[in-house]
């Protein structure tokens, strides 16, 4: 059977969205429509697919699809593109909402000019939740020694709803970030695969950051991980709580003061076109 899916292509500092009304329309397989439309040459091209859902325990649900067409927990970037989605569209005209997803409830709040401050919720740092196979009991896990491919590393692992792997760099622009990120992603640490951030230090305030995005591949940017980032350098002791994240498409501003505190990561976000495509159903 033929479809007709009227699609939202949406950004945050580069880390690129495709948005699906599934409030108002009867929507295809999502599985198989990311894995279709997520290839950039043959499709629409995204690192994820959000997807708009009625929610019992918040105001909405996002459901979230990588571009292989796994479902994921968690995307900071993509819950502003979705907020900004649903004022644009008269879904809501509050200031501040909460969405629920995989990795719990999260609260955006809009702060003008498009550009959205998220409630990410307290930092995970027990290893078995986050989860990863290094470190034990109820964590920190910093700089937990792992062996890829040849390279002694350092690891700092953090979990905002979605698991992350922190990597010290002196040169993060020179570094092999494709090699080493697939395959710390796959690696028998990780029981779920894990994001890997690539991060150099440049001062107690400003960080620089790549992201190897778990079924993704490289991204411009990841709020998620920017916050997985903030809080590893908070506990490292070689950053403050309130930080600048540079990415490569752009800066998010992370506050985390420690402790059981939640995570605020605020930066902006942007609609790009809206189209729709024909999928055809097996």
């Known amino acids: 059977?033929?479809?007709?899916?009227?699609?939202?292509?949406?950004?945050?500092?580069?880390?690129?969205?495709?948005?699906?009304?599934?409030?108002?329309?009867?929507?295809?397989?999502?599985?198989?429509?990311?894995?279709?439309?997520?290839?950039?040459?043959?499709?629409?091209?995204?690192?994820?697919?959000?997807?708009?859902?009625?929610?019992?325990?918040?105001?909405?649900?996002?459901?979230?699809?990588?571009?292989?067409?796994?479902?994921?927990?968690?995307?900071?970037?993509?819950?502003?593109?979705?907020?900004?989605?649903?004022r644009d569209r008269g879904f809501t005209d509050r200031e501040e909402i909460a969405v629920e997803t995989l990795g719990g409830v999260v609260r955006p709040r809009w702060v003008g000019e498009d550009r959205v401050a998220v409630d990410m919720g307290p930092p995970v740092l027990a290893p078995a939740k986050i989860p990863t196979r290094l470190g034990e009991g109820d964590g920190p896990v910093l700089d937990a020694p792992l062996e890829i491919l040849g390279r002694s590393l350092r690891v700092s692992c953090v979990s905002m709803g979605n698991p992350h792997a922190v990597v010290y760099v002196d040169d993060v622009d020179a570094y092999p970030v494709s090699e080493v990120g697939r395959a710390i992603e796959i690696d028998d640490a990780f029981p779920n695969r894990v994001n890997v951030e690539f991060v150099q230090t440049v001062t107690r305030e400003r960080?620089?950051?790549?992201?190897?995005?778990?079924?993704?591949?490289?991204?411009?940017?990841?709020?998620?991980?920017?916050?997985?980032?903030?809080?590893?350098?908070?506990?490292?002791?070689?950053?403050?709580?309130?930080?600048?994240?540079?990415?490569?498409?752009?800066?998010?501003?992370?506050?985390?003061?420690?402790?059981?505190?939640?995570?605020?990561?605020?930066?902006?976000?942007?609609?790009?076109?809206?189209?729709?495509?024909?999928?055809?159903?097996?």
């Open 1 to 86: 059977m033929r479809r007709s899916v009227k699609f939202t292509k949406m950004h945050g500092i580069g880390n690129d969205f495709v948005v699906l009304d599934g409030l108002g329309s009867e929507l295809p397989p999502l599985d198989a429509f990311a894995a279709r439309f997520g290839d950039r040459h043959k499709g629409i091209g995204f690192d994820q697919l959000l997807v708009l859902r009625a929610s019992k325990a918040a105001d909405f649900r996002m459901e979230i699809f990588n571009a292989e067409g796994g479902q994921v927990e968690m995307c900071g970037n993509g819950i502003r593109a979705l907020f900004k989605y649903l």
């Open 207 to 282: 960080l620089r950051q790549r992201t190897w995005e778990r079924g993704v591949g490289e991204t411009l940017a990841c709020g998620s991980g920017a916050c997985a980032v903030a809080v590893a350098s908070v506990l490292r002791g070689v950053a403050g709580p309130r930080l600048v994240v540079e990415l490569r498409g752009g800066e998010l501003d992370i506050e985390w003061p420690g402790g059981d505190a939640s995570v605020i990561m605020t930066g902006p976000a942007a609609e790009v076109f809206s189209g729709r495509v024909d999928f055809e159903e097996a």
